[in-house]
């Protein structure tokens, strides 16, 4: 199983992150919630503070791409697998950076890459 964080946590319902962090989990996927604003989603509580997290396989993108400038050094001392940014998402910026900390990066949606099984 691979552990993901989901960047852009929410305990909203209806936004996209909170669906992924259930299917993840619905899925076997250990989830680690971080977002801006305190909560619940998974049975996780979201992390506010940009800490340490041990063995991330995958980090998963619902922080849009004017924002994501302020999580770049945060998501790479992650040193993540891979990177899935989903639509919205995309930064060339961060993706280059990525691919230089030899990163793997895919453009794509992790509710329907796990769907398919290809997550």
Known sequence: ???TVVLGASDNPSRYAYLAANKLKRYGHP????GIRKGEVAGEQ?????KPIEDVDTVTLYVGTNNLPSWYDYI????????????????HELE????EANIK???GCTLI??????Y
Not at 31 to 34: F, I, K, M
Not at 78 to 85: E, G, H, Q, W, Y
Not at 96 to 99: I, S
Request: charged share 25%.
């Open 1 to 3: 199983m691979k552990k």
């Open 31 to 34: 989830v680690v919630p971080v």
């Open 46 to 50: 979201i992390i506010t503070e940009k």
């Open 76 to 91: 790479l001392s992650l040193k993540p697998k891979r990177i899935i940014f989903n639509p919205g998402t995309e930064n």
């Open 96 to 99: 280059k950076m990525a691919r």
């Open 105 to 107: 990066t895919v453009h």
């Open 113 to 118: 890459m796990l769907s398919v099984g290809d």
